[in-house]
């Protein structure tokens, strides 16, 4: 459990660190951010959808069996 907890810990401190370098970059031609922030969202995005998808169509698999009984 401790290595479960350790190991979501460090991915989110290392996304917070990415995150915030990004973030204190000043604005010129040379200041190119480390994460792509576009593509992150993009995929989050997609990724939420298709777990709602699923979850609807899980969810309503159920309640259909249930009208059935």
Same mark, same amino acid.
């Given at each position: ?10 991915i ?9 370098? @990004? ?14 922030? @576009? ?6 995005? @997609? ?12 969810v ?7 009208? @059935?009984?």
């Open positions: 459990m401790r290595f479960a907890l350790g190991l979501i810990v460090g989110l401190i290392t996304i917070a660190a990415a995150y915030l370098r @990004d973030a204190s970059l000043p604005s010129g031609a040379d200041a190119r951010p480390m994460v792509n922030w @576009d593509v992150v969202d993009r995929s989050v995005h @997609d990724l939420s959808e298709t777990v709602r998808e699923h979850w609807a169509r899980l309503g698999g159920a309640r259909r069996v249930e009208k @059935d009984i």
